[in-house]
């Protein structure tokens, strides 16, 4: 009799043991992009410097966050998965403080379980430019866009990653003067990390089948601006040829309303259903939804 033989499934790579140094030039590019963004909103020089490539599980990274977080979860494609840009609260508070008129200084983090609209103002401005230079740092790789899903304050509330998935953080320290500094996270969920790896390895990329939420949106907001014409026809008398040529200006013709007149979308049959009232005008009520091609 043959010994069974263990079978051991095949599971997906160990990103930790990849070269990351593609993924470090890619890091080392967004520095200069992260810059950027920053003084434009703060007005004075701004360093930062790419902190080590970290794999570790989604429990463990937001075991790490102390208090109120800006969260935001994006999909950047042609990538799978989701990505999340992580801002201290303090950097958020400071930002909100300078734009008005306040002075750029160290701030102490206020006791608060939520961001108010001006803070919510400067993230949504914010994050659009962090995830807009991420993309271009992927340019010679492919052309990429990016798309916001939500926007957090706590890491229970994100769904793009269970608590045991490995992910994939680049965290950025951000220096302005000796005294003020803080900390972004880039957090690549498990697919995410997986096929950016893949794409700047030039590795052949697997098609995504998850849909394309901008595309999502795009085609919701343009099918609210179709409009359709509806009719129905009460009845449907019959005449011959000699009498239709004989009517004048006056004469009556008499017809007896259908029972159940047809609704037709177009020129398809759509329903069929009875004439009745409500709030004082003349209403059809469906009964009925015609199936396949009927006409």
């Known amino acids: 009799m043959t010994a069974p033989v263990t079978h051991i499934f095949a599971e997906k790579s160990n990103h930790s043991l990849a070269d990351m140094s593609p993924m470090r030039r890619i890091s080392d590019k967004y520095e200069s992009g992260l810059a950027i963004a920053i003084e434009q909103l703060v007005g004075e020089k701004v360093?930062?410097?790419a902190q080590d490539i970290r794999f570790l599980s989604y429990g463990d990274w937001s075991d790490e966050l102390d208090g109120l977080s800006s969260l935001s979860i994006f999909r950047l494609l042609p990538l799978r998965g989701s990505l999340i840009f992580r801002l201290e609260e303090a950097m958020i508070n400071s930002l909100v403080e300078l734009y008005f008129g306040g002075t750029l200084g160290?701030?102490?983090a206020r006791n608060k379980d939520c961001f108010r609209e001006a803070e919510l103002q400067l993230i949504a401005r914010?994050?659009?430019?962090?995830?807009q230079q991420l993309g271009d740092c992927?340019?010679?790789?492919a052309v990429m866009k990016h798309a916001l899903l939500h926007h957090e304050t706590s890491p229970l509330h994100v769904t793009v990653c269970k608590r045991d998935e490995q992910v994939m953080c680049q965290s950025f320290k951000i220096s302005i003067r000796p005294d003020i500094s803080w900390q972004i996270d880039v957090v690549y969920s498990a697919d995410a990390a997986e096929s950016a790896i893949e794409l700047i390895q030039n590795k052949s990329m697997e098609q995504s089948e998850a849909s394309d939420p901008h595309w999502q949106?795009?085609?919701?907001?343009g099918l609210q601006q179709i409009?359709?014409?509806l009719r129905t026809i009460l009845a449907q008398p019959v005449m011959q040829l000699p009498e239709l040529?004989?009517?004048?200006?006056?004469?009556?013709i008499p017809i007896t309303p259908r029972v159940k007149p047809p609704l037709f979308v177009a020129n398809h049959k759509f329903a069929t259903g009875t004439l009745g009232e409500k709030n004082g005008c003349a209403a059809f009520k469906i009964e009925h939804i015609e199936r396949g091609d009927a006409r």
């Open 106 to 108: 160290p701030l102490v």
């Open 217 to 221: 949106r795009q085609w919701y907001n």
């Open 126 to 131: 914010l994050q659009g430019a962090l995830i």
């Open 227 to 229: 409009y359709l014409p």
């Open 138 to 141: 992927f340019a010679d790789h």
């Open 47 to 49: 360093d930062v410097i």
């Open 245 to 252: 040529f004989e009517l004048k200006p006056g004469d009556v």
